[in-house]
């Protein structure tokens, strides 16, 4: 039981990588796109931060920095790629600490909405076992714990790409394959232990 559980939580921290950041893209990608779309004022592909701050007021300097991964001063194609390259390796940890806005170490409500727009409020909901307004990452990973215990149909301590999609509706084939670090067609605590 004590190996499930730490399986469980092995998983918890891979599949919430994948899908919170899938989750994420899939509900923001078309407002994502529309926003930066009307940034480029000049259509030349890459926003600055003028730019940016026209369409989205409440973006800060520090944040379009981060949004920056190849820090050449505007947002640009290889800004995403990297940015997602970045929530595959590092996982749910990095996913949370960056949406951290205020960096206490917890996602408010409000955190939560901005980073995550649609898929926050019912995971948020879950997550807050205590009521106190944040999200923690134990807290987190609490839960996608919950949620692959009862996505392991067969209780084998794996996921299969069928039992992943039932836990994460949104997590595609792309997700799943890179998670799957050892190429076994499941996710275990082997692949959580394995560097990408």
Do not use: Y
């Not at 970045?86 to 949370?96: D, F, Y």
């Not at 714990?145 to 794996?158: F, P």
Request: aromatic share 6%.
């Amino acid at each position: 039981m004590k190996n499930r559980m730490i399986l469980c939580m092995a998983l918890a921290a891979a599949a919430a990588a994948g899908a919170w950041a899938q989750a994420a893209a899939d509900t923001a990608d078309g407002h994502v796109a529309r926003m930066l779309r009307q940034a480029d004022v000049n259509k030349d592909g890459r926003i600055t931060f003028e730019e940016l701050k026209a369409v989205r007021p409440q973006v800060t300097g520090e944040r379009f920095k981060a949004a920056d991964k190849n820090g050449d001063g505007v947002l640009s194609r290889e800004d995403r790629s990297a940015a997602e390259a970045t929530a595959g390796r590092n996982g749910v940890r990095a996913k949370l600490k960056e949406a951290d806005a205020d960096g206490d170490r917890k996602l408010s409500r409000e955190e939560a909405q901005t980073a995550f727009p649609k898929a926050a409020g019912k995971f948020f909901d879950k997550a807050d076992r205590d009521g106190d307004g944040f999200v923690t990452l134990e807290e987190a990973k609490r839960v996608m714990g919950e949620k692959l215990r009862q996505a392991d149909a067969n209780g084998d301590g794996k996921l299969s790409q069928e039992e992943a999609k039932t836990a994460f509706p949104r997590m595609n084939e792309r997700i799943f394959h890179r998670l799957d670090r050892n190429k076994d067609g499941f996710l275990s605590k082997e692949d959580r232990n394995r560097r990408g």
